[in-house]
């Protein structure tokens, strides 16, 4: 059997290109004592990963990522054969992993596969940790989310709206995400930020202003909120994916007073610093998604020799929804 491993070649400049990845061919990995070997079947591609190859990502090495697979070969007694893992061993066909890398799937009756890396995965639990504890969220207070129609944006819009927010506003970059979040995901505003100043933008479709802002993006989207929050307004920053690509963008221009005349709090954080929370979230999350009132909002592409095109993909806002690679398509 051969494996595949996506190696990165060079740093990009701006957006990466195809010829900054490598596929490389190698035989299945057999584990050592200790682990065991997975066979992956889903892989997350994120946001991250962008800023990641500026310089964390090791040249000419496997590149790392979420995943989800199936153990297929085992050393390690806490790991047998046949049990569903998620790790962060990625962006490969087979991992070799150690218990700590690990983290057994519950399986829930009813909850897809898939799931595991949107809804109930880093994804979920960075709108879940940012709604429930940086942004302390109280019962009808009006969110604001950027890249809306993102996987964190859906899930942030979808989990707000289960947790008993008031109005729910959110942006995207085309008229048909617009639509998407409006009439599938439950935001009760939305406009698209390309249209126009984001301020003017914002300030149509929440008139009377915000309490929270949920911000993945920066940029013209902070400075905006920033005006538009009401007295003891909070920011929570998760991303700038608006200057990952473009290093030389101006920086975010807003009235510093505001920061004190209305008691605001900016507070960003990493979901790794969460983990403690996953059992949490899936205490949270399974019952609205066995009921119904939850929805994963996924982009799905099938093959791992896509897993470059996806990411691409994603940099250029061409998903709805968390995006996915999934193995053969046959995962459920």
Same mark, same amino acid.
């Given at each position: 059997m051969t494996a595949l491993t996506v190696h990165q070649t060079a740093r990009p400049t701006g957006f990466p290109a195809p010829d900054h990845f490598r596929f490389v061919e190698s035989r $299945? &990995?057999? &584990?050592s004592p200790g682990t065991a070997l997975v066979e992956n079947l889903y892989w997350s591609v994120d946001p991250y990963h962008r800023e990641m190859m500026d310089g964390d990502f090791e040249l000419n090495a496997p590149l790392e990522g979420r995943a989800?697979?199936?153990i297929v070969a085992s050393r390690e007694p806490s790991l047998p054969e046949g049990q569903l893992v998620f790790h962060r061993k990625g962006w490969r066909t087979h991992s070799v992993v150690t218990p700590a890398e690990t983290r057994r799937l519950p399986l829930h009756d009813g909850v897809p596969l898939s799931a595991y890396l949107s809804v109930l995965g880093g994804t979920g639990l960075t709108a879940y940790v940012g709604l429930t504890r940086i942004a302390r969220l109280r019962e009808g207070d009006d969110v604001f989310v950027s890249a809306a129609a993102g996987g964190v944006g859906t899930a942030t819009g979808r989990f707000a709206r289960l947790l008993g927010a008031g109005r729910v506003i959110g942006s995207a970059g085309s008229p048909s995400k617009v639509r998407h979040l409006t009439e599938q995901v439950g935001y009760d505003a939305a406009f698209d930020y390309r249209s126009g100043p984001v301020a003017d933008l914002l300030r149509t479709a929440a008139p009377d202003g915000i309490d929270v802002f949920v911000d993945n993006v920066g940029g013209e989207h902070l400075g905006a909120a920033i005006g538009a929050l009401r007295e003891r307004g909070r920011v929570v920053r998760i991303g700038t994916v608006g200057q990952y690509n473009t290093p030389d963008t101006p &920086?975010? $221009?807003?009235?510093? !007073?505001d920061v004190v005349e209305k008691s605001l709090r900016i507070e960003g954080f990493l979901v790794r610093d969460y983990t403690a929370l996953q059992e949490e979230l899936y205490a949270? !999350? $399974?019952p609205h998604l066995l009921s119904g009132a939850l929805v994963p909002d996924e982009t799905v592409v099938d093959g791992f020799e896509r897993i470059v095109a996806a990411f691409l993909l994603m940099l250029r806002g061409g998903n709805t929804g968390k995006i996915l690679v999934r193995a053969g398509g046959r995962c459920g």
């Open positions: $299945v &990995p057999e &584990p989800l697979g199936r &920086p975010v $221009v807003f009235d510093h !007073a949270f !999350a $399974v």
